[in-house]
């Protein structure tokens, strides 16, 4: 008779790794606070132009950020400005 | 004071005693017979050897694993729980004695005076994996959560189907291969080897230690993965960028020095290939780790546009014994006595093949070709060279006395081009430099930051003309810079 078999568990055992739950949906109308995060890849900013030339059409405030390298994680210091300051983040990926 | 006998229902010498160890009991003896085998075997023991009460069971083994006999009968006097005496096998003076000194008797009828035991079954390979790690549990050493496979499942499928795979078996991490791989590091389990990038799992040795069962490890790569892992870690190594890049380069782990051959890696014939155990579960093991503490799984995190076969896990050993230099990881700071590893961001190797080279000149002339087409040709300082040079490539730099800093700066010299070769358009490809950032057509420009952006490493087997090169993600400060350790601290 087998009865199974008992194995550890390989991952971090936290919720996280298995996907993070998405923010609300911003209220529709316009207004909102919205970051454009260049992630310095090249053309990336040509994308972003044309982001907040629509976003401000729509009548959204724009702020515009940059992570210093597009090879390593936005710095804390950054993503809390982002989070203290607007409602909504863009992040551009371009090449 | 108290008498123990542990016995098992297979072992003839257990047969030959324990008739008259019941019949000292009956005659008012203060003495147990335990049994080590489970009911059914204890109840048939009891009836062929004519014993009239049947003796009580060992559960879960916890007084055998106390008392830690090697072999039975084992048979222990006790004053509390302090042991006076013990006598393992039948020595029939012996045993007398230590009734005696129970202030009982131990009938002596048909007893041999001597008779080698049997082993305890705490010594069986399987039993005492079993009990080291609920040990290792008790002790909280082992604190990883436990999960249970049900007894219709099969645990290669049950593995995939969890998520917890590369896409190929990986071996089921019982409590008893974990702790069993633990033995080969001093560490303790719970220690932080580093946090795992992108969702930040923290990675103990303990956590290693699951993953690298699960690639397949022996056991003495363990403190080799354990350093991959602690370096991957490191900021500069930018190991989320890495997971997360669309471009196809993956950890890629190099070991220098002794303990690679004692961990039983491949330096030689096909070191970059399949074949060879170590070679095949380090690199494993450290993307099992990402993948599993890290969370990064291909095509969520993982955006890869192609990745490359070295992804499923990539690792060789350099071969020092006749290298034409010191190892890379020594070049690289740790100490000329210790083994340590360096951990590159690479892309798929390629071949560079000179079967005509026979002076240093020309051979570097042949590398440079390789070297300069890393990412594009046209594409310049971004990206840091790896040169994995097979033995006969090496022997020319050795037989004319080139040292590794003359090949380096040989190569950075020979991979720069003029700035109107590589500039956008050039050639008809309309990758390379911006016309804004090029005055002077003739001015040269290097493919790489600086010459020690060139990494040399020696491998491979006797014959072939043939050197490996790899090229780099994104190289240096603003991407991954190739990161070395010792081994030693993981030992």
């Known amino acids: 008779m087998n009865d199974g078999l008992v194995i550890l568990d390989p991952t971090a055992e936290r919720d996280e790794a298995t996907g993070r739950p998405l923010a609300a949906a911003l209220p529709a109308g316009t207004g909102a606070r919205i970051a454009l995060l260049d992630i310095r890849k090249p053309r990336g900013d040509v994308f972003l132009d044309e982001i907040e030339r629509l976003l401000r059409e729509r009548g959204h405030e724009?702020?515009?950020?940059?992570?210093?390298?597009?090879?390593?994680?936005?710095?804390?210091?950054?993503?809390?400005?982002?989070?203290?300051?607007?409602?909504?983040?863009?992040?551009?990926?371009?090449? | 004071m108290e008498v123990i006998a542990l016995v098992k229902h297979d072992c003839e010498t257990c047969a030959t005693l324990a008739p008259a160890l019941e019949a000292a009991a009956i005659a008012g003896a203060p003495v147990r017979m335990v049994s080590q085998s489970n009911e059914a075997e204890t109840r048939a023991f009891a009836e062929r050897v004519g014993l009239t009460t049947v003796p009580e069971l060992d559960e879960g083994l916890a007084l055998s694993e106390r008392l830690d006999p090697e072999a039975v009968p084992a048979v222990v006097l006790l004053d509390g729980d302090e042991e006076q005496d013990r006598v393992e096998g039948l020595h029939r003076a012996r045993l007398e004695a230590l009734f005696a000194a129970a202030g009982a008797t131990?009938?002596?009828?048909?007893?041999?005076?001597?008779?080698?035991?049997?082993?305890?079954?705490?010594?069986?390979?399987?039993?005492?994996?079993?009990?080291?790690?609920?040990?290792?549990?008790?002790?909280?050493?082992?604190?990883?959560?436990?999960?249970d496979l049900g007894a219709l499942e099969d645990p290669f499928e049950a593995l995939h189907q969890r998520g917890l795979t590369d896409g190929l078996p990986v071996v089921p991490p019982t409590p008893e291969r974990v702790v069993a791989l633990l033995e080969h590091t001093r560490r303790d389990p719970q220690d932080l080897v580093g946090v795992v990038p992108p969702y930040g799992g923290e990675a103990t040795v303990e956590k290693v230690a699951i993953n690298a069962v699960m690639a397949g490890c022996a056991g003495p790569e363990l403190p080799i993965v354990l350093a991959a892992v602690e370096a991957a870690c490191r900021e500069a190594f930018a190991l989320h960028g890495l997971i997360a890049t669309t471009h196809p380069a993956g950890p890629l782990v190099i070991v220098s020095g002794p303990y690679a051959d004692e961990a039983g890696m491949n330096a030689r014939g096909n070191a970059l290939g399949q074949g060879n155990r170590a070679n095949s579960t380090i690199g494993r093991a450290l993307q099992l780790v990402a993948r599993n503490v890290g969370g990064g799984r291909p095509g969520v995190e993982d955006r890869a546009a192609h990745g490359q076969p070295g992804k499923v896990g990539a690792a060789f050993a350099e071969r020092l014994e006749d290298s034409p230099f010191d190892g890379l990881a020594q070049d690289r700071g740790v100490p000329a006595d210790e083994t340590g590893i360096t951990l590159v961001a690479a892309e798929a190797p390629r071949l560079l093949l000179d079967q005509l080279a026979r002076e240093p000149e020309g051979l570097c002339a042949s590398l440079a070709t390789a070297l300069e087409s890393i990412a594009h040709p046209k594409q310049r300082l971004a990206w840091d060279g790896l040169v994995v040079l097979g033995p006969e490539h090496g022997r020319i730099f050795r037989e004319a006395g080139w040292d590794r800093a003359r090949v380096r700066d040989r190569l950075f010299a020979l991979t720069t081009s003029p700035a109107g070769d590589i500039v956008r358009g050039a050639g008809g490809s309309p990758e390379g430099v911006e016309e804004r950032f090029v005055s002077d057509p003739d001015m040269p420009v290097a493919k790489f930051a600086a010459p020690d952006r060139i990494l040399l490493a020696y491998a491979g087997g006797d014959a072939g003309l043939f050197s490996m090169v790899y090229g780099s993600w994104a190289a240096g400060e603003i991407g991954s810079a190739p990161q070395s350790a010792s081994v030693e601290p993981w030992r």
């Open chain 1, 62 to 95: 724009v702020q515009r950020t940059a992570k210093p390298t597009f090879t390593k994680p936005a710095p804390a210091d950054l993503r809390r400005e982002i989070a203290e300051h607007c409602d909504a983040v863009i992040e551009a990926l371009a090449d």
């Open chain 2, 106 to 147: 131990l009938p002596r009828d048909g007893l041999p005076e001597i008779k080698p035991g049997c082993t305890s079954i705490t010594q069986e390979p399987e039993v005492a994996a079993r009990l080291a790690a609920k040990r290792a549990r008790a002790a909280g050493r082992i604190r990883a959560r436990e999960l």
